[in-house]
């Protein structure tokens, strides 16, 4: 899912300076946090594939891990249930500190890994969130949310036209095995 159309954008947008912040996309307490909202049930806003049709898929969806994409200067993201304002999955963003190395560069962004999986219907209404530092212009920035997925149909091998035969046999991998104080590597079974 994109929070850009909410800008009328598509993927790319762009954070303007807080003084110049419309009033609806101001995070309330904060002038200074851009805060984007887009609502829609999870068959309009997902997509199968990075640029793929939107969800067609059954009418439970279990959610099995969520990622976020976002560019310096973003905040926070996340998807919630709509109805209750429930967090279905939170992306916290990680800053560098490191003075000649990274600095203020967002480093590392959440992973969200739902265990159990959370079964939610397709048509269910979720809202995604996405905030960023106003504090000064910001080009060329992204809100995209992707979620793992499963649809609880099961594969059958005649299904698909891809099909393999696999043998593994049965050894260890050297190149794994902590190294004796000799030096010599043995596997053993």
Same mark, same amino acid.
Request: proline share 5%.
């Given at each position: 899912?994109?929070?850009?159309?909410?800008?009328?954008?598509?993927?790319?947008?762009?954070?303007?300076?807080?003084?110049?912040?419309?009033?609806?996309?101001?995070?309330?307490?904060?002038?200074?946090?851009?805060?984007?909202?887009?609502?829609?049930?999870?068959?309009?806003?997902?997509?199968?594939?990075?640029?793929?049709?939107?969800?067609?898929?059954?009418?439970?969806?279990?959610?099995?891990?969520?990622?976020?994409?976002?560019?310096?200067?973003?905040?926070?993201?996340?998807?919630?249930?709509?109805?209750?304002?429930?967090?279905?999955?939170?992306?916290?963003?990680?800053?560098?500190?490191?003075?000649?190395?990274?600095?203020?560069?967002?480093? !590392?962004?959440?992973?969200?890994?739902?265990?159990?999986? !959370?079964?939610?219907?397709?048509?269910?209404?979720?809202?995604?969130?996405?905030?960023?530092?106003?504090?000064?212009?910001?080009?060329?920035?992204?809100?995209?949310?992707?979620?793992?997925?499963?649809?609880?149909?099961?594969?059958?091998?005649?299904?698909?036209?891809?099909?393999?035969?696999?043998?593994?046999?049965?050894?260890?991998?050297?190149? !794994?095995?902590?190294?004796?104080?000799?030096?010599?590597?043995?596997?053993?079974?």
């Amino acid at each position: 899912a994109d929070i850009s159309p909410v800008v009328g954008k598509a993927l790319e947008y762009d954070v303007p300076s807080w003084e110049r912040l419309p009033l609806l996309q101001r995070l309330p307490g904060n002038s200074k946090v851009q805060h984007l909202v887009r609502e829609g049930s999870f068959r309009e806003l997902f997509h199968h594939d990075f640029f793929g049709k939107l969800y067609h898929e059954g009418d439970q969806v279990a959610l099995l891990r969520c990622v976020g994409h976002a560019h310096v200067a973003a905040i926070g993201m996340r998807i919630e249930d709509a109805a209750t304002g429930a967090v279905i999955c939170t992306h916290n963003m990680y800053y560098g500190s490191q003075p000649t190395t990274d600095k203020d560069y967002l480093v !590392r962004i959440s992973v969200e890994d739902l265990d159990p999986p !959370r079964i939610i219907g397709s048509d269910q209404q979720v809202r995604i969130v996405a905030d960023y530092n106003a504090t000064e212009f910001h080009t060329g920035v992204m809100g995209m949310f992707f979620i793992f997925y499963g649809s609880h149909e099961m594969i059958m091998q005649n299904m698909t036209a891809f099909q393999a035969q696999l043998c593994v046999p049965r050894r260890c991998e050297a190149l !794994r095995l902590s190294r004796p104080s000799s030096g010599a590597v043995e596997c053993q079974e």
